[in-house]
């Protein structure tokens, strides 16, 4: 039995480390949309929920690892010995997820300065939109006073 959630620790470990590298490759489409000057919101918003839901993904896997590694923790640490090759397979997991987190968080970084730059354009885009607006308004204002005559009385007594 113990043998049986051993093996389901590792294979919930792989599924992290796909769970992780999908992460990373929703990361890296991130960041060509983030550079993409014709990036609309629709694309960036789907790729997000994309990531999202990775997100929670692992937050399950690692939920049912702790309940599942709670179970085999004394089996583990009182045979090391005759769970020796699991628990090599186990650490190199666990290696390769703490090597691509590390990975991932300096993606991630990455991305939100790339997100803060895209941000800031599209305001500064705004403002300007709004104040071209505001000039062709107040043009179209003065040019309807210039065709505009104001009232004159005229006396034709003389």
Known sequence: MQEEYIEILIQSLKKKLDTL????????????LLADENLTPEEFEKNVQKKGRLVEQLEMLDQ???????????????????????????????????????????????????????????????????ASHKAVNQYYQNMRRINLVDPQFMDKKK
Not at 21 to 32: C, G, S, T, W
């Open 21 to 32: 590298q999908k992460i990373q490759e929703m990361n890296k489409e991130q960041k060509l």
């Open 64 to 130: 049912g690892f702790d309940e599942v590694y709670q179970r085999v923790r004394g089996e583990l640490s009182d045979h090391k010995e005759a769970h020796k090759p699991q628990i090599a397979v186990l650490q190199e997991q666990i290696r390769q997820i703490t090597a691509l987190s590390s990975d991932i968080q300096a993606q991630e970084k990455r991305n939100y300065e790339l997100a803060v730059k895209k941000f800031d354009s599209v305001r500064k885009q705004i403002r300007e939109v709004k």
